[in-house]
């Protein structure tokens, strides 16, 4: 279980919620972090410390790379964010469901 | 089956599609006329559209403002680029949260579907980064403009 006081806080950085999100698409290099970040590597490597310290994130070694992947409670995390996320799209559209069914049969004299 | 799919695309794409029960005129309807949109487009339980400007033609501006009644709130603002009745929706939106986020272009096809509408929503975020961004950004305020890798968990 990620401490929750260090996962806030480092939730609390956009850089880290997208490399949170970059990960959440599969285990990176901390080079492959920082292409698409446009940051350095040492830039990169700082925020993974933080993203590590908080148990937000895992890493392993192969060879002189070190790459880095969610840790499974974190995943739990960010599944959850994405229920909601799928949660309020779909309340949306059930919501239009309703509204559309009300606008049947079209009034002709409402047309452009 | 699920009526709604969401998944990314490439490094800058996201698209959701969603069937339903009404022609495409309905639903083209449904998203271009505000005094329709704001009964739908709400997000959670609580949160309400009490600004609703949609101007659909081309170049005609959009203006949606959400609150939840407890001083939470925040914006969407946007530009029409195309519109096909009743058919297909071209325009650009940013999020404003309330720095102004990037522009996010997207396309909109209403295509029949039996007696329904298959409607597909293309976002084209300027690159990958952006698009994280506003997944992660969406994801803390659990509303719609925000996306991320769904497809495994969808």
Redesign the interface.
């Known amino acids: 279980m990620p401490n929750l006081d260090a996962a806030f806080s480092a939730l609390a950085d956009?850089t880290r919620?997208?490399i949170?999100?970059?990960l959440?698409?599969g285990e990176a290099t901390v080079m492959e972090l920082a292409q698409?970040?446009?940051m350095t590597q040492p830039a990169v490597s700082r925020h993974l410390k933080v993203l590590e310290g908080a148990g937000l994130i895992i890493r392993r070694v192969e060879g002189t790379k070190r790459p880095c992947r969610l840790a499974p409670d974190a995943i739990a995390g960010?599944?959850q964010?994405?229920?909601?996320?799928?949660?309020?799209?779909?309340?949306?559209?059930d919501?239009?469901?309703?509204?559309?069914?009300t606008?049947?049969p079209?009034e002709p004299k409402d047309r452009? | 089956m699920s009526k709604m799919t969401i998944k990314t695309e490439g490094d800058t794409h996201v698209v959701i599609t969603r069937r339903f029960a009404a022609p495409p005129e309905a639903v083209y309807r449904a998203h271009t006329e505000p005094s329709v949109i704001q009964k739908w487009l709400l997000g959670p339980d609580g949160w309400t559209m009490p600004v609703c400007i949609n101007e659909a033609r081309p170049g005609g501006r959009i203006r949606y403002e959400w609150t939840n009644g407890k001083g939470n709130g925040f914006h969407v603002t946007g530009e029409y680029v195309e519109l096909v009745p009743f058919s297909r929706i071209r325009h650009v939106e940013r999020m404003h949260m309330p720095d102004a986020c990037p522009d996010n272009h997207v396309e909109t096809t209403f295509e029949p579907d039996g007696a329904g509408t298959l409607m597909t929503m293309r976002m084209t975020l300027p690159d990958a980064q952006t698009r994280a961004a506003m997944l992660a950004s969406g994801m803390e305020h659990g509303m719609e403009a925000s996306y991320v890798r769904l497809e495994t968990i969808i």
């Open positions: 956009p919620r997208a949170l999100a970059r959440a698409l698409p970040f446009e960010v599944d964010w994405l229920a909601m996320l799928r949660q309020a799209l779909a309340k949306n559209y919501r239009l469901d309703d509204v559309l069914a606008m049947q079209q452009p």
